[in-house]
C-alpha cells in the first residue's frame, strides 16, 4: 500500500498548522476551520523539518522543490513502415482509384509544430503560442491519430486502463493553442508539489510525478486537432461537450462551435504515453 501524506490547513489563513503533519490522517486536527488535506512527500519532508519551530504556521518561504520536466519525445517516422505504407496505398489506389486518388496521407504525418501565431495561420483569429513554446512531441493531426504512432514510428501507445496513474495524465479536452495544454500541465505541477488536494490540479500533478517515478521508460506526445468555426450555425457540427473541459480563454455560447462569434477555431488535444517498441528477438 502506498504511502499518503497528510497535514492540517488554515483553511482561512491558507497556512499549514507547525507540527501538524502524519501519514496517519486520524493523528491530525481537524475543525472547521482546520481542515487535513493530502500533499506532497516533498512538502511534507519539509515540513516535519521545521518540527522544533515555535510558530504557529510553517513558513514556507525557503521551500523549492524541482519541479520536473515532462518527459515529451519526439516522433520519427520509420522509413521501412512509411515504405510499407506507401506500397498498400499504391495497391489500394488501384483498386479503387476514385477513392484513393490522393497522396497516402502517411507521408505528412508527426511533423514538427508550427507555433499557433500569425506568421504561420494568418486567416484566423488567434489565441497564440508562446513564441518560447518548448514543442518537443506536440503534433497537429487528424483525429485519432494515435492509431499511427505504433504504425508509422517506433513507439507504440500505452493502454491506461487499469492503472490510477496513466488513466489521470492520459488526458484530452480543448485548448486555442498548445501552450495552454502545457502550461496546464506544468500548473498541476506546482499545485501537487506547492499546494494540497483543495487545489483544482493537484491530483493530476500527484499522477505525473508517480507517472514519471514508476515508469521511466514511458514519455508523452500531445496531439492536438484543429476544428475550424464554418459560421453557418448548421445542425451537426462540431460541439463543445463531448470533448472534454475546455481551458482556452473564450466563453462559449452555444452548443455548436458553427453558431459562435469570435472564436475562429479550436484545439481538441489528446496526451499520449507512449513507450518505445521492444526489438523481437529470436530464442533458439
Same mark, same amino acid.
Given at each position: 500500500?502506498?504511502?499518503?501524506?497528510?497535514?492540517?490547513?488554515?483553511?482561512?489563513?491558507?497556512?499549514?498548522?507547525?507540527?501538524?503533519?502524519?501519514?496517519?490522517?486520524?493523528?491530525?486536527?481537524?475543525?472547521?476551520?482546520?481542515?487535513?488535506?493530502?500533499?506532497?512527500?516533498?512538502?511534507?519532508?519539509?515540513?516535519?523539518?521545521?518540527?522544533?519551530?515555535?510558530?504557529?504556521?510553517? %513558513?514556507?518561504?525557503?521551500?523549492?522543490? !524541482?519541479?520536473?520536466? $515532462?518527459? *515529451?519525445? &519526439?516522433?520519427?517516422?520509420?522509413? =521501412?513502415? @512509411?515504405?510499407?505504407?506507401?506500397?498498400?496505398?499504391?495497391?489500394?489506389?488501384?483498386?479503387?482509384?476514385?477513392?484513393?486518388?490522393?497522396?497516402?496521407?502517411?507521408?505528412?504525418?508527426?511533423?514538427?509544430?508550427?507555433?499557433?501565431?500569425?506568421?504561420?495561420?494568418?486567416?484566423?483569429?488567434?489565441?497564440? %503560442?508562446?513564441?518560447?513554446?518548448?514543442? !518537443?512531441?506536440?503534433? $497537429?493531426? *487528424?483525429? &485519432?491519430?494515435?492509431?499511427?504512432? =505504433?504504425? @508509422?514510428?517506433?513507439?507504440?501507445?500505452?493502454?491506461?486502463?487499469?492503472?490510477?496513474?496513466?488513466?489521470?495524465?492520459?488526458?484530452?479536452?480543448?485548448?486555442?493553442?498548445?501552450?495552454?495544454?502545457?502550461?496546464?500541465?506544468?500548473?498541476?505541477?506546482?499545485?501537487?508539489?506547492?499546494?494540497?488536494?483543495? %487545489?483544482?490540479?493537484?491530483?493530476?500533478?500527484?499522477?505525473?510525478?508517480?507517472?514519471?517515478?514508476?515508469?521511466?521508460?514511458?514519455?508523452?506526445? @500531445?496531439?492536438?486537432?484543429?476544428?475550424?468555426?464554418?459560421?453557418?450555425?448548421?445542425?451537426?457540427?462540431?460541439?463543445?461537450?463531448?470533448?472534454?473541459?475546455?481551458?482556452?480563454?473564450?466563453?462559449?455560447?452555444?452548443?455548436?462551435?458553427?453558431?459562435?462569434?469570435?472564436?475562429?477555431?479550436?484545439?481538441?488535444?489528446?496526451?499520449?504515453?507512449?513507450?518505445?517498441?521492444?526489438?523481437?528477438?529470436?530464442?533458439?
Amino acid at each position: 500500500m502506498e504511502t499518503e501524506y497528510y497535514a492540517s490547513f488554515d483553511t482561512s489563513a491558507k497556512k499549514y498548522l507547525t507540527n501538524e503533519v502524519s501519514t496517519d490522517y486520524a493523528e491530525l486536527k481537524n475543525d472547521e476551520v482546520i481542515q487535513i488535506v493530502e500533499i506532497s512527500k516533498e512538502l511534507y519532508d519539509f515540513i516535519k523539518r521545521q518540527s522544533d519551530s515555535s510558530d504557529q504556521y510553517v %513558513d514556507l518561504s525557503d521551500y523549492n522543490p !524541482t519541479i520536473p520536466k $515532462l518527459p *515529451f519525445i &519526439n516522433l520519427e517516422i520509420n522509413a =521501412e513502415k @512509411l515504405k510499407k505504407s506507401n506500397e498498400r496505398w499504391e495497391e489500394l489506389k488501384q483498386e479503387d482509384p476514385e477513392r484513393f486518388k490522393d497522396e497516402d496521407f502517411s507521408n505528412s504525418m508527426f511533423q514538427p509544430w508550427r507555433l499557433f501565431n500569425n506568421e504561420n495561420f494568418s486567416n484566423l483569429i488567434l489565441e497564440e %503560442d508562446d513564441p518560447n513554446l518548448d514543442t !518537443t512531441g506536440i503534433y $497537429l493531426e *487528424f483525429l &485519432n491519430a494515435r492509431h499511427h504512432i =505504433e504504425r @508509422l514510428t517506433d513507439y507504440e501507445t500505452v493502454n491506461p486502463m487499469g492503472n490510477k496513474y496513466l488513466y489521470i495524465v492520459n488526458q484530452y479536452g480543448v485548448a486555442d493553442n498548445a501552450t495552454q495544454v502545457i502550461r496546464c500541465l506544468e500548473q498541476s505541477l506546482k499545485d501537487y508539489l506547492f499546494g494540497n488536494n483543495l %487545489d483544482e490540479e493537484y491530483y493530476l500533478g500527484l499522477s505525473l510525478v508517480k507517472f514519471m517515478e514508476l515508469y521511466p521508460e514511458y514519455k508523452l506526445v @500531445l496531439l492536438m486537432t484543429p476544428h475550424v468555426n464554418t459560421k453557418d450555425c448548421s445542425w451537426g457540427g462540431w460541439r463543445w461537450h463531448k470533448w472534454g473541459e475546455y481551458i482556452g480563454v473564450h466563453e462559449p455560447q452555444h452548443e455548436y462551435l458553427s453558431c459562435e462569434q469570435g472564436i475562429d477555431y479550436v484545439l481538441s488535444y489528446d496526451l499520449e504515453i507512449v513507450k518505445k517498441i521492444e526489438e523481437e528477438t529470436n530464442e533458439i
